[in-house]
């Protein structure tokens, strides 16, 4: 299952909100992968800090959110979320992996 988001964040994926995407993605059971499809990329681990920084998602990028596992539509759900609403510090995420 995937969803497409896109960058909206003005600096782009920087490693602030790389930290906070892997740190969210972590939480999940599932597969979780990245792929900047702006770039014509490969799919990379969502849930590995240096691998989620090789995309290079600046801002207007369109990166599709692939899970596979037994969480996957909430996993997809809220890490697309959180790339279309900017990446903002206090996104909510207390109900990930419940």
């Not at 909100?17 to 900047?36: C, Y």
């Not at 770039?39 to 369109?62: F, N, V, W, Y």
């Not at 996993?75 to 959180?82: E, H, N, Q, T, Y």
Request: aromatic share 6%.
């Amino acid at each position: 299952m995937f969803k497409d988001a896109k960058v909206s964040n003005r600096e782009g994926l920087h490693a602030r909100p790389v930290m906070r995407f892997v740190d969210m993605a972590s939480r999940f059971q599932s597969e979780i992968t990245v792929m900047n499809l702006s770039r014509r990329g490969e799919k990379l681990d969502g849930k590995s800090p240096m691998q989620m920084m090789l995309l290079e998602a600046t801002e207007g990028s369109i990166l599709r959110i692939e899970a596979d596992g037994p969480d996957q539509q909430q996993a997809v759900d809220l890490l697309a979320g959180f790339i279309d609403a900017g990446c903002p510090s206090d996104f909510p995420s207390s109900s990930v992996g419940n």
